[in-house]
């Protein structure tokens, strides 16, 4: 069971400095815009961070599947890294919970009237049901057949990507109602309930188009899955997280 | 593993610039980590001493209120995060793919980008030496205050620990993953390197307190800048929130950095009395017993700040229970000494002065878990001299062993003995004439953190005698990085000179870029690392 692994890739390698030239790109356009206020140069460094980032990820994409062997250990680093996600939404979770019985008497006051559990439940079926299209993609993709993997994958970023549009589009309506950040407790923990998991969806999004870049373009076959299983076994996690956020933050935050 | 086909090695000091910064290779990585820590090491010790001076008589001597805050929180982050959490880095990328006989990590490309993670926070911590960006929050960046215009910009404060966290998760799975599937055969968790376990376990602790700490900063830092309600007592907030938080992280996080060493110290003292440790599996036990405990105990370090009382006794409980693995651990640790074929060079006069300084450490710190006693002393230089024999002292001495234990791996040289040994005695003197004063005068009522106290004859003495201990210890580190330096260019040291049968040892020193001669490894089915 524990055959020692043999790596015969490269010694060195470009692409993990680029990756993290825009980590450090990143942290100083955020720096730039909120801190040292200068809010032009800010988002043209949040841009030089997304194209660095972009290159750099299609780098390394290409190095792992020209040169790299693979271990198909991919998927338990992300069952790992899944563990301390569900912390940092634990930590929302908690946030939310205190808030929600140290203010039970004025909660109802809080609640904005434009908060509908309906469209909750329509979030949910279009984001599991992307939960859906990926295993079929993924069951494609091990039959060998690229096409359907590629439709399917497409499907799912189709998916994805409309939950996150419909769910701008009600913070939009919301703030517009008046129910913001800074209104009261509930609306600084129903944003960031909600937030946290749409950063994690766009994440989720992100890693999608690296997978369907390296598929429409060959360098991915079918002996070589550990990438797809670990984005999908991440995708499945997001969509599992919704049910949590969406239970919370629409239902027993939205009850008075 | 025969010894003949093993090539002539190039040592990794000789690599080229381009071979360093590229690097996958986790010896190379290890080594980035190592001086990276050294460095901030210095700088943070420097500031201590800035803070060590002033303080040595009352008044205002030199320092600027705003810049000693400033010093101390510096000295307080980079100690924690740079030090003695990030040196360990250092240690599980250099040992653990040699301990359990593998090739490198299981992402050697992930590996370099959490170097690059760790490297951009020491980037950002660079740019709060500039002085209109001095953070002066403290390393805990408690709200309110950190929220105030006065503390300096909380969001430098938030991405510096965004960063290193980026950094403490990608080695996380990195390394777990590593452990778990990439062991030799016959390599098992059962009969692996009790260091294997001390690494990973501290890095478990990482992988599931962390998230806390960063979710904590980024409301502090949604409450500065978006005008969120997360910390803000006006609005409904809840400010002591955050406390509960960041302490789900940062009690565990003095697991994280004194977990390693205690690997460390068994290491050695297995190796230099020639004996297999006592106890081994109750030992694994302990190590895992700590990193499970350490995540119920954290509300005593906010026993004044306001909570129920069931919490406060829950957590007074759990933390004196913490004692009963660590107990275990030191009595097995001198049950390994009895009777064994003691060599009492630099590296086991640092783990012996390491159990020394965390048996006062831990002694001190089990009133500190009765909230009784605890209100009485709480923010005073008690606890920091408390915290000092235990993160400052043990830590620090637990991985100077290590790092004496392993020079002869790591440079395939031999250190100069009476060097180490001038440096270990400086140290201990210094650090224990340092320390115990602040402890009694925390005693009689001194508070921590101000840059000021009243002339109380007492208090001036204690403070008089830290700072003459202080000198002592700097002096006493200078001539560590001295023999170190020096050791660069001593005897050879061989594959093997203190004859152990841990797996590291059956390499030449300096290890081949490829490790072993060949995979897969294979050990014998009763191989253990403590057999002599």
Redesign the interface.
């Known amino acids: 069971m ?6 015969s ?9 680029v ?3 825009s ?2 790109l990143a ?1 100083m356009s ?2 730039t815009y ?2 040292w206020q200068q809010p032009t140069l800010g988002v043209i460094l949040a841009g030089l961070t997304v194209a660095v980032l972009a290159i750099g990820v299609t780098g ?1 994409a290409r ?2 599947f020209q040169h790299g062997t693979e ?1 198909g ?1 991919g998927p ?3 069952a ?2 899944i ?3 569900v ?2 939404f ?3 979770f ?2 939310f919970w ?2 929600r019985i ?2 039970f008497d004025t909660w109802g006051s809080y609640v904005p009237e434009g908060l509908d559990a309906t469209f909750a439940i329509w979030l949910t079926l279009i984001l599991w049901s992307s939960s859906f299209t990926i295993v079929l993609s993924e069951r494609a993709f091990s039959r060998g057949d690229k096409n359907g993997a590629m439709t399917w994958l497409i499907a799912t970023i189709v998916l994805g990507s409309l939950f996150v549009v419909l769910h701008m589009n009600e913070w939009v309506h919301l703030v517009d109602e008046g129910f ?3 209104s ?2 509930f ?3 129903f ?2 309930l909600t937030g946290v998991h749409t950063s994690h969806v766009l994440v989720g999004l992100g890693i999608h188009l690296v997978l369907l870049s390296v598929l429409a373009n060959g360098m991915m076959t079918s002996d070589r899955p550990t990438f797809y299983k670990g984005a999908a076994l991440y995708w499945h996690f997001v969509d599992i997280m919704w049910l949590l956020v969406a239970a919370n933050a629409y239902l027993i935050g939205g009850s008075a | 593993m025969s010894e003949a086909v093993a090539t002539q090695p190039t040592p990794w000091f000789r690599a080229s610039f ?2 360093w ?5 986790h010896k190379k990585i290890a080594v980035l980590y190592g001086m990276t820590s050294l460095l901030f090491f210095s700088v943070a010790g420097l500031m201590g001493m800035a803070i060590r001076f002033e303080l040595t008589a009352p008044g205002v001597q030199f320092l600027d209120p705003d810049l000693y805050n400033y010093l101390l929180t510096g000295h307080g982050a980079v100690m924690l995060l740079w030090w003695a959490i990030a040196f360990w880095g250092a240690f599980s990328n250099f040992l653990i793919p040699l301990f359990i ?4 990590v ?5 590996n ?2 959490s ?3 760790f ?2 926070a020491s ?2 911590v660079l740019i709060t030496l500039i002085p209109s960006e001095n953070i002066r929050m403290m390393w805990t960046g408690y709200p309110p205050f950190s929220l105030n215009d006065n503390a300096g ?4 404060y938030v ?1 510096i620990i ?2 290193i966290a ?1 950094s403490t ?1 990608g080695t ?3 390394f ?2 590593t452990v ?6 016959n ?2 968790l059962g009969n692996t390197n009790l260091m294997t376990h001390a690494l990973i376990s501290s890095i478990v602790v990482q ?6 700490f ?3 900063v980024i ?1 502090l ?2 409450d500065k ?6 910390f803000s007592a006006s ?4 400010p002591v ?1 955050y406390q ?2 960041f302490w789900f992280y940062s009690h565990p996080a003095v697991y994280v950095m004194i977990l390693p060493a205690f690997g460390v110290f068994s290491e050695v003292l297995s190796t230099m009395s020639q004996k297999p440790i006592f106890g081994r599996v109750s030992m694994i036990w302990a190590i895992w017993g700590i990193a499970g405990l350490g995540f119920i105990v954290w509300a005593h370090h906010m026993f004044t700040s306001g909570m129920p009382d069931w919490l406060r006794i829950f957590m007074s409980f759990t933390t004196v229970l913490i004692g009963v693995p660590t107990g275990i651990k030191i009595f097995n640790w001198v049950a390994t000494l009895h009777k064994g074929a003691i060599k009492l060079n630099t590296a086991m006069l640092f783990t012996l002065g390491g159990i020394f300084m965390f048996l006062i450490g831990g002694l001190t710190g089990i009133p500190l878990a009765l909230p009784a006693f605890d209100i009485h002393v709480h923010d005073s230089a008690f606890v920091v001299g408390h915290f000092h024999y235990v993160l400052g002292m043990a830590v620090t001495l637990g991985a100077f062993s290590g790092v004496y234990y392993w020079y002869p791996k790591i440079t395939g040289r031999m250190i100069n003995e009476a060097i180490g040994k001038t440096s270990f005695w400086l140290i201990i003197v210094g650090s224990n004439l340092l320390y115990f004063p602040m402890m009694m005068a925390g005693l009689e009522g001194m508070p921590r953190r101000y840059v000021d106290y009243p002339e109380i004859q007492y208090w001036i003495d204690m403070q008089e005698i830290a700072t003459v201990g202080g000198v002592l210890l700097m002096i006493g580190v200078i001539v560590t990085f001295i023999a170190w330096f020096k050791g660069l260019s001593g005897p050879e040291a061989g594959r093997n000179p203190w004859n152990s049968n841990s797996l590291e040892w059956r390499l030449a020193s300096p290890p081949p ?1 490829h490790n ?1 001669d060949s ?3 294979e050990v014998d089915e009763d191989w253990t690392p403590y057999k002599y």
Do not use: C
Not at chain 1, 2 to 7: K, P
Not at chain 1, 9 to 17: A, D, L
Not at chain 2, 101 to 104: I, L, P
């Open positions: 524990q055959e020692a692994a043999v790596h890739e490269h010694e060195t390698s470009v692409w993990p400095m990756v993290g030239a980590v450090l942290a955020l720096l909120f801190h390394w190095e792992f271990e250990l338990i680093a992300v790992a890294f563990i301390s996600e912390i940092i634990g930590t929302v908690v946030t205190l808030y140290t203010h913001t950040v800074s009261n407790v609306g600084s923990s944003y960031a | 381009k071979e910064i590229f690097t996958t290779d006989g593998a090739r490198d299981a992402f050697p490309r992930l370099q980008l170097y690059w993670w490297f951009s980037i950002l910009p909380t969001a430098i991405l965004i960063l980026g998760l996380g799975v990195n777990i993953t778990l599937r990439m062991r030799a055969k390599v098992t992988l599931v307190g962390v998230p806390a960063v979710g904590a409301m830092f949604l800048y978006i005008g969120t309600q997360f609005s409904g907030g809840d929130l509960h938080l870029p072993f995979y897969p490894v």
